[in-house]
């Protein structure tokens, strides 16, 4: 079958009404708005209503983008959905959300590759179509971190919201589409970002509950490092390969997880500002979801247009980490 470059014909995304502030937080912990601004630039994150699981804001997304491409579900050969919170152990939240909307030619299945999981189904994705094997895949990225975060510990709660984007991909016309991909990971990185309990190592039980590992761990301080230097290790290496400057980036869209990563990111790169793509502020840290609320928002302000240049750029547990060179456009 013939080799064919693949892009993203339609990107949307979906986030709960409910809001919670920083000063909601107020109350909650021993926190106060300006440390949360000042430490993250998080003002607000969304937060589903109890029991609401993330196919339900995967499968909101997906139906959006395919309104949007005038796609009808039964289109669709392949769901990957990117989740570190499917709805239960199995069967997969990406069986769950094919028959939510109703999908009824796909397969699917999840892929947990915690913040870097949309950039890992984004290029798991592509390969399908540059094989000629699918026409239409559907790569969601969501998660309902709220249901795995303990509101008592002020040093994580703060930091996490709800959320799911979703893109179409296809087949590219002309010159547009993913362009080139770097995919990392470092199991040596699992004992600073990890979420214990609750599969075959600690199956649970009262003791699992009572210990607190149905909730993320984290040391933040050492993430954070991490974060900045392998994202800008891998967004150095891609550019330097495909024989790129940052100035040849239309939007530089790095995970959402904290300003100061993404600020000390940029800088070293040495990005206008007007280049990065954030929107922290409003939705913390959503996991698989960042990226593509992001390309959904820039794509509908119109930021990005047909033949733009992205670098999308992630880092998480794992260690996990992704660049992927993308010209905007069908
Ligand atoms: N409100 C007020 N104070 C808080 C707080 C909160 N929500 N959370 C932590 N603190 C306190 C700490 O207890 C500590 O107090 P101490 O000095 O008396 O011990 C102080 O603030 C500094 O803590 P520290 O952890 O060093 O702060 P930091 O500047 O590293 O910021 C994070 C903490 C978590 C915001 C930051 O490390 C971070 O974002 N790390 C990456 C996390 C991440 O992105 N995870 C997902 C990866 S994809």
Redo the contacts with the bound molecule.
Sequence with gaps: MPEQSATITAVSHYVPEGRLTNRDLEKM????DR??ME??GIRERRIVEQGTPTSSLGAEAARRVLSERGVEADEIDLIIVATVTPDMMFPSTACVLQEKIGASNAWGFDLSG??SGFLYALATGAQFIQSGRHSKVLVVGADVMSSIIDFED??TC??FGDGAGAVLMEAAKGSNGVVDWILGSDGSGGPY?YMPGGGSLHPPSAETVERKMHYVH?N??S??KF?VRGMIEVSESILQRNGLTPSDLKLFVP?Q??M??IKATAEKLRLDPARVAVNIDRFA?TTAATIPICLSEASTDGTIEEGDLLLLVS???GFTWGGILLRWGC
């Excluded at 912990?29 to 106060?32: A, F, G, P, R």
């Design positions: 912990v021993d926190t106060d440390w949360i430490r993250t915690a913040c002020r040093a703060v930091l970002l984290q933040g301080r993430v954070f974060a995970h997880a904290n100061r990563i840290n880092f998480g547990a």
